[in-house]
């Protein structure tokens, strides 16, 4: 059975089981039926998923993973919609970051995101942390 006959059925379910009103469904009810919206969680999700909150681009991941562009582009606006777009760095990729940062001419996210083939956001985010990390460290 598709995913969205799943969530029909669910539907149908629940308002013949709870009545028209679904502010009165109970919570595992509606949790069961959002989740029948959400992408599975595979092996090769996962791997996508990480790669997204590592920065690489969805350009890179589609060409790396033979993934379409359009899947990726979806699953991370799905991420950032369910806040679950919280960008992680290495140790390693840190580095790398600050090395950019302190060896390019003016340097800018758009410009350090296309040298190291990342998100902009991601560079962003990454440099945000860079900055709190080092006046932690001043203090």
Not at 16 to 31: I, L, R, S, T
Not at 47 to 63: D, F, K, P
Not at 109 to 134: F, H, P, T, Y
């Amino acid at each position: 059975m598709s995913s969205n006959k799943k969530m029909a059925a669910a539907i149908r379910s629940a308002y013949a089981n709870y009545g028209d009103d679904p502010d009165d469904w109970p919570e595992d009810v509606k949790k069961e039926i959002r989740g029948q919206t959400e992408e599975e969680h595979t092996a090769e999700n996962n791997v996508l998923r990480h790669m997204i909150l590592h920065g690489y681009t969805s350009e890179y991941i589609a060409q790396e993973r033979s993934n379409s562009l359009h899947y990726l582009k979806q699953l991370r606006v799905k991420m950032k919609n369910r806040d679950e777009l919280d960008y992680q760095a290495t140790p390693d990729e840190l580095t790398q970051l600050k090395y950019n940062v302190d060896h390019m001419n003016k340097p800018n996210n758009q410009g350090i995101a296309s040298v190291m083939g990342r998100d902009k956001d991601w560079v962003r985010c990454m440099r945000e942390k860079l900055r709190e990390a080092a006046n932690e460290t001043r203090r």
